[in-house]
């Protein structure tokens, strides 16, 4: 229940039994820098009540909050709880044992750490890039609606804040040559997968998995990070099954036309009659088979060339399907 005025200052500190920060107010910085906490137990406790009959969160203030260089292995336990995150470093310590009850880290999501946030944030001045403000939705009598959702309107500030603006964020991020600091950061993202997924949370190990690859997309650089990009593209890091399912099948029916006798011809395509339909079942029968390896690309009567792309759309498939399946794989194991 203490409450610290100025700055808490723990740096190199030396704990050798149980310390509690319960209830603790810190109206400044508090530092923990290069601690050692030698068999001790450290719990870091929030969520008494206010005056207002709120729980209040530990560390819920604008000023940062340093566990830099600590090796947390070496403690009998660490808890975080009921603790907000979003402005707490963790860069170059050892965090996988801690137990993460009930904490709020950075991010529009919640499962960034503040040490990406702060290499992101490295180089931009105040005439950085800025989102577009989201388009305020007015009811029935012309005022403003206060609704707990944001909702846009397809217009230039939606397609620059949601397609331009990221882009644009994306290749000052890559042209970067400080990227050193991001492989201490994909660590830490590493140690709390290992975390949550020991604590059989994997749906917040995922959100952390993404984050990973985020980093290491960037810290790679074009083109070493091409397999990446296909990676998020196809199945968002592997999070997301029904992304490659829909590849799989938009592609089937994309390649299908390759595989009719003879293939189209410009008339065919606008007769709806028989002539142009029983060629289509045909051609979604010979695709599916083929994909199946049914049959041959021999067998199919079409032309070397297009037994070339016939080839390149199995690869592809087969590629999605795998995505499909690890993604599903991982959502039965959540």
Not at 114 to 122: F, M, Q, S, V
Not at 208 to 230: C, D, Q, S, T
Request: glycine share 8%; hydrophobic share 40%; charged share 30%.
């Amino acid at each position: 229940g203490a409450t610290f005025i100025e700055e808490g200052r723990f740096n190199i500190a030396k704990f050798h039994e149980d310390v509690s920060f319960e209830y603790v107010r810190w109206q400044g910085r508090a530092y923990f820098y290069g601690a050692r906490l030698k068999e001790a137990s450290l719990d870091f406790i929030g969520g008494n009540e206010n005056t207002l009959g709120h729980k209040t969160k530990l560390f819920d203030r604008d000023e940062e909050i340093g566990f830099d260089h600590i090796n947390f292995r070496e403690a009998k336990r660490v808890r975080f709880e009921h603790v907000d995150l979003s402005r707490a470093s963790f860069l170059r310590s050892q965090i996988e044992n801690i137990d993460f009850i009930d904490v709020w880290w950075d991010g529009p999501e919640g499962y960034r750490i503040y040490d990406e946030r702060k290499w992101r944030e490295k180089g931009v001045d105040g005439a950085g890039l800025k989102l577009a403000p989201t388009p305020a939705l007015a009811d029935n009598a012309g005022r403003y609606s206060n609704l707990p959702y944001k909702v846009w309107t397809v217009g230039r500030d939606w397609i620059r804040a949601r397609i331009i603006n990221p882009i644009l964020e994306e290749y000052r991020l890559l042209k970067r040559k400080d990227k050193d600091e991001l492989k201490e950061i994909e660590n830490l993202y590493h140690q709390l997968i290992l975390n949550y997924d020991r604590r059989r949370e994997y749906e917040i190990g995922g959100e952390f998995y993404v984050r990973e690859n985020e980093v290491r997309k960037i810290r790679k650089g074009l083109p070493a990070n091409a397999l990446e990009y296909i990676y998020q593209w196809t199945s968002h890091y592997g999070q997301r099954w029904a992304r490659p399912l829909a590849w799989s099948l938009l592609f089937f029916f994309l390649f299908t036309p390759f595989f009719v006798k003879g293939g189209w011809t410009l008339s065919g395509l606008f007769d709806f009659s028989l002539t142009i339909i029983m060629p289509v079942f045909r051609s979604m029968r010979n695709n599916l088979l083929y994909l199946l390896s049914a049959i041959k690309s021999d067998d199919l009567g079409i032309g070397k060339n297009l037994q070339l792309l016939a080839a390149f759309e199995r690869l592809l498939i087969y590629y999605l399907l795998s995505m499909f399946l690890l993604a599903l794989r991982r959502k039965f194991r959540r």
